[in-house]
Nanobody, 124 residues
Framework: QVQLVESGGGSVQAGGSLRLSCAAS????????LGWFRQTPGKERDFVAA????????YYPDSVNNRFTISRDNAKNRVYLQMNSLNAEDTALYYC?????????????????WGQGTQVTVSS
């Protein structure tokens, strides 16, 4: 079992930045693919970023590419999401997730472990 706890959410003006953090416990994350998703009320959970444990690549959808960066510190058992140039469409509840393979990264149902989420609100 992997337990995940997100932090770092908050309110920011459009154009600003936030850094989300996710602390993992229960297992070391070195052999897990880690990801971030986001969700707004009434909508499906959307894929935001993934950091694959092997071969170590990162993967983003077009909606956040070049604005968001996922990184991981395996020694600290943490994964981060640096978000720059935020806009109102980025407002959502952001979730950290973990899985043991590198397939179906965009599909929420394929991820085994989830945090409780941290709210990000971007005002224009």
């Amino acid at each position: 079992q992997v337990q995940l706890v997100e932090s770092g959410g908050g309110s920011v003006q459009a154009g600003g930045s936030l850094r989300l953090s996710c602390a993992a416990s229960g297992r070391t994350i070195g052999t897990y693919t880690l990801g971030w998703f986001r969700q707004t009320p009434g909508k499906e959970r959307d894929f935001v970023a993934a950091s694959m444990w092997s071969p170590g690549n990162t993967y983003y959808p077009d909606s956040v590419n070049n604005r968001f960066t996922i990184s991981r510190d395996n020694a600290k058992n943490r994964v981060y999401l640096q978000m720059n140039s935020l806009n109102a469409e980025d407002t959502a509840l952001y979730y950290c997730a973990a899985k043991s393979d590198n397939v179906n990264l965009r599909t929420p149902g394929s991820w085994a472990y989830w945090g409780q989420g941290t709210q990000v609100t971007v005002s224009s």
